[in-house]
């Protein structure tokens, strides 16, 4: 699993003249599970819309699976699933109806749909409305859609926001399962227990930029715990 | 092509899911049913009054409802941050943008065609119904205003930041093209010489689809003569037998250049973040 998935090189993002993310650059390797971190405006959502290619990069490229979204905005987008932080969805529609509705635009077959519901645990609430649900209800569905045509490389934006403390394990098993069944994954959180577990890279972000990268492990060797490491990078020892 | 398909079916489960669509369906419904009662007490055939009192009451009515469900549907997309996760799809930006106008389209097009069903329906059992050409005129010109007012909702949906932008311009938007349109045309080509006057007046019109479509429907009922001496030429390729294929190709025309900015305008922000 040596194949370079994501390369970002020199990624700046400028917005109304406020630089929100400045010169970042990193590989992952397929099957690799980043998690970047940091505290509010730390500039992690940027990042993820960036690689999603919501945003354009002010500076820099990102290439995915060797396609740029410059140049091939189409087949950039099938290399991904994205799981965003602020979406609300249709409250009248059903969690099959929603589900369906976005494995057509992926050309996933309806069997695929059906199981990543039960994936989710939310194979019981298939026909109930999703205005119905609990922020941990919606936040499955989100990571539903995500993984429904099993994309090589796999976005979330605070995943764990709203899970109880059963589905940010079950998340943290999930994302394993995801991960051997050959995508890469990239994660923003500010829960550095959850980034400590799920991931095996970390990237630590403040006021847009880089403050410490590398393995979870060497971390670990180096200090406490992955808050230690963090204040550290901050130079708050 | 078959993402817009999904894109459409989407918008029109959601248009039968809102409460809108059943509010506007409701006012239509006994909005049809007064023109039904007017007509009634009225009975002319062609036009007179009564036709000309009903055509400006649907002027005024279905243009607003296009276009606040047409803009609302297009700003709801960008503060749910359903199409920052749309964009994230292998979906054109055509297929998103038509694919919401077929679906909207299929939803205004019901809300009308009930309203007009319960008139005709009504107008066949009780009596005191219209003309079969004038019944079918009105019909053509309230389908023709939601195709070209669709348009510039789905436009003023893609400038817009939110639903209060949204409605602020389409309450603009109808204002000027429905309510103060003739005062606009006196105060600003009295301003102008009078050679003028005539090809702006041309341009104006194939601008605004209120009064394009106005226009057509009072001269194929025969009252091209209240129209004035600038029009004369207006009816005359209107009355003619090829003027309902010419006219539907300027709607058409219309209708696609506005679908086209839209896309063009939706494309650009996208490219932009």
């Known amino acids: 699993m040596d194949k370079v998935v994501v390369r970002v090189e020199g990624v700046s993002k400028t917005i109304k003249k406020q630089r929100i993310v400045s010169d970042i650059s990193f590989t992952l390797n397929q099957g690799g599970i980043l998690a970047l971190c940091g505290g509010n405006g730390a500039g992690k959502s940027t990042v993820l819309r960036m690689l999603a290619g919501i945003l354009p990069p002010t500076s820099g490229s990102i290439i995915v699976n060797g396609v740029s979204h410059e140049q091939k905005t189409l087949l950039y987008s099938r290399q991904l699933g994205y799981m965003p932080d602020d979406f609300q969805f249709q409250p009248g529609f059903t969690a099959q109806e929603t589900i369906s509705f976005w494995a057509a635009l992926r050309k996933v077959p309806k069997e695929r749909a059906k199981e990543v519901l039960a994936l989710v645990g939310l194979e019981n609430a298939a026909e109930k409305r999703v205005g119905s649900f609990s922020k941990g209800m919606r936040q499955r569905l989100l990571l539903a859609q995500a993984i429904l045509a099993k994309p090589p490389l796999l976005l979330m934006d605070e995943p764990t926001n709203g899970l109880d403390p059963f589905w940010t394990r079950e998340f943290i098993r999930l994302l394993d399962q995801v991960r051997q069944d050959g995508s890469t994954v990239i994660f923003s959180t500010h829960q550095l227990e959850v980034a400590g577990e799920a991931a095996e890279q970390v990237m630590f972000l403040n006021q847009g930029r880089v403050v410490g990268k590398g393995d979870v492990r060497s971390f670990r060797d180096r200090y406490p715990s992955l808050h230690e490491a963090f204040h550290a990078s901050l130079g708050l020892e | ?273």
């Open chain 2, 1 to 273: 092509m078959s993402n817009m398909i999904q894109l459409a079916k989407r918008e029109i489960r959601l248009g039968f899911r809102n409460p809108w669509a059943y509010s506007f369906l409701i006012l239509f419904g006994a909005f049809s049913l007064c023109l039904l009662a007017i007509n009634a007490q009225n009975y002319l055939q062609g036009y007179s009054g009564v036709t000309a009192s009903m055509l400006s009451l649907i002027l005024y009515l279905l243009p607003l409802m296009t276009l606040f469900i047409g803009s609302f549907s297009l700003t709801s997309e960008k503060e749910d941050g359903s199409w920052h996760l749309l964009s994230t799809y292998p979906l054109g930006t055509f297929a998103f943008v038509a694919g919401k106008y077929a679906g909207l389209l299929v939803v205004l097009l019901t809300v009308t065609s009930f309203g007009y069903g319960l008139m005709g329906a009504l107008g066949g059992v009780i009596g005191g119904g219209f003309d079969f050409k004038t019944y079918g005129l009105f019909l053509i010109f309230s389908i023709l205003l939601i195709l070209m007012f669709l348009g510039a909702a789905l436009f003023i949906g893609s400038l817009s930041k939110n639903r209060w932008q949204a409605l602020t311009i389409s309450v603009s938007v109808w204002f000027f093209a429905v309510i103060g349109w003739q005062s606009f045309l006196l105060s600003f080509l009295n301003l102008l010489p009078y050679t003028w006057t005539k090809p702006l007046l041309v341009t104006f019109t194939f601008l605004n689809p209120a009064e394009l479509v106005r226009i057509f429907v009072v001269v194929r009922l025969g009252g091209g003569s209240i129209l004035g001496p600038e029009y004369y030429r207006w009816v005359d390729w209107i009355q003619k037998p090829s003027g309902g294929l010419i006219f539907g190709a300027v709607c058409l025309i219309w209708t696609v250049c506005s679908v086209l900015s839209v896309c063009w305008f939706w494309e650009r922000g996208r490219r932009r973040g």
